[in-house]
């Protein structure tokens, strides 16, 4: 059902209800008043008999009483009968023949004494007209209100599509906004109430999208780019060994840049498919008591091997007291790794790689320090966006891809990377922790398959070295 069709019918259900607890309360209190305001006129008719009736019994002729009483009742309206029954057998009926208490009639029953005479007074008066106005009522409620509920709701059908209108507007734009024209945006009316609030949040929506879509075609673009050249280097490589005969060693130099090529293509893939999960699929794992100081030592001594080809000393400096976070530690062992490796990849020979770790009551710091070539005030926004190697004095090895995986990391942890930068001098990534103690608000840590180690990375780094 249309929410046309479902706003009629709820306006009618509750019409309805309205009309008819209105139509009954009318009809009850209408009985209710015409029933009192009959009940008053008997109590004032009975009032004025009794006391003309023992006024006028102070005669002894029976018979002149009875004159007199009819007298009386007949300047009393037609619909009203009495009759006064006595202790020593007197009875009186008006009119003639009639009985008070009567079907249809309202009745009010007195007694009251005369000399040493018990007398029962009893007046009714008719109700036949009171029920014929009362049906009439009856008839005039059910026969309109039908009538003015199919008004009110050909009125709501007409007022629901008019309201409506906007949102069927809205739909047909809606549809011609595909892949191709996500730049297009609704009509936002002027009226400030929920169709415009509608509008505006279904044009955020395009906006988000199509940023989206953007990131995402220039991701595949960047990796098409990254994944051609060592293609081409493979494919040429075999294709100038094969154009005539070589020598064994000619042949072993061609394999050996071929299996090259291929680590560096195939650490590449690893890299994609870790951040392509880490986008779509989430694993619940549970933090534990981590102690950075441990992670930082191993990290480093894992690193150590490379210093000495690349002319790189590295200083550590860890906290005094336990740094205790609560963490992965497979992810957080990466997250270091990455961030050392990228200060390796970017410092000059004879340079100096600096990392240490400080903690208060409320955060532990993780700093990685480097002096290589720095970055550059306009790069530093996009640092952390994939394939990013937009400095021209950056360039080196990797694939631009290890600072977003450091992101993705220590935005799962809950903690933020700080960079402080000066070109030519060197860079300092300070990775913020909350302390154990000050948990994040998931007691679980949301990551996905950011926990693949990165020894492949580290082992590719050794083989070129060697």
């Given at each position: 059902m249309s929410i046309r069709f479902r706003l009629t019918l709820w306006y009618a259900a509750v019409l309805s209800a309205a009309l008819a607890l209105f139509g009954g309360l009318l009809f009850f209190s209408m009985r209710q008043r015409m029933l009192h305001e009959i009940d008053r006129e008997?109590?004032?008719?009975?009032?004025?008999?009794?006391?003309?009736?023992?006024a006028e019994s102070a005669m002894e002729s029976k018979g002149h009483l009875i004159g007199e009483l009819k007298e009386f009742c007949q300047?009393?309206?037609?619909?009203?009968?009495?009759?006064?029954?006595?202790?020593d057998g007197f009875i009186f009926r008006y009119p003639a023949g009639s009985r008070a208490a009567v079907v249809d009639a309202r009745t009010l029953r007195r007694d009251f004494r005369v000399r040493d005479t018990t007398f029962r007074l009893e007046t009714a008066a008719s109700l036949a007209e009171t029920f014929h106005t009362l049906q009439l009522l009856r008839i005039l409620l059910l026969s309109l209100t039908p009538i003015v509920i199919l008004a009110a709701c050909a009125g709501g059908a007409w007022m629901s599509r008019r309201a409506l209108r906007p949102v069927d507007d809205i739909t047909a734009s809606a549809l011609t906004i595909g892949i191709e024209n996500l730049s297009q945006r609704l009509p936002v009316?002027?009226?400030?109430?929920?169709i415009a609030r509608l509008?505006?949040?279904l044009n955020m929506m395009f906006a988000r999208l199509e940023s989206a879509v953007k990131t995402l075609s220039q991701f595949v673009a960047d990796a098409s780019h990254e994944l051609r050249t060592p293609l081409a280097v493979i494919r040429a490589t075999a294709e100038v060994a094969l154009r005539k005969d070589r020598t064994a060693e000619a042949y072993r130099a061609s394999l050996e840049e071929i299996v090259a090529e291929s680590g560096r293509m195939t650490g590449l893939v690893e890299d994609l498919l870790t951040l392509a999960r880490s986008d779509t699929r989430a694993a619940e794992m549970p933090l534990t008591p981590v102690d950075a100081n441990d992670v930082v030592r191993e990290v480093c001594t894992q690193m150590a091997s490379l210093t000495e080809p690349r002319q790189i000393s590295l200083d550590v400096h860890y906290s005094k007291d336990a740094a205790s976070i609560a963490a992965n530690r497979a992810a957080l062992h990466r997250l270091f790794l990455a961030l050392l490796d990228n200060a390796f990849k970017y410092s000059h020979p004879g340079g100096r790689a600096r990392v240490t770790v400080s903690n208060s009551s409320t955060q532990v710091r993780v700093s990685f320090e480097d002096s290589g070539v720095g970055i550059a005030n306009q790069s530093r926004p996009h640092i952390f966006k994939r394939f990013y190697?937009?400095?021209?004095?950056?360039?080196?090895p990797g694939h631009g891809l290890g600072l977003s995986l450091a992101e993705t990391i220590a935005e799962a942890h809950g903690a933020t990377i700080e960079v402080e930068s000066t070109p030519g001098v060197g860079s300092r990534f300070d990775v913020v922790f909350p302390a154990r103690g000050a948990k994040p608000a998931s007691g679980n840590l949301q990551i996905s398959a950011v926990l693949s180690t990165f020894a492949d990375a580290t082992s590719r780094e050794r083989s070129k070295l060697k």
């Open positions: 008997l109590e004032g008719t009975s009032a004025r008999f009794q006391s003309y009736f023992i300047a009393l309206p037609p619909s009203v009968s009495i009759q006064v029954q006595g202790s009316l002027d009226t400030k109430d929920e509008s505006e949040v190697r937009g400095d021209p004095s950056r360039t080196g």
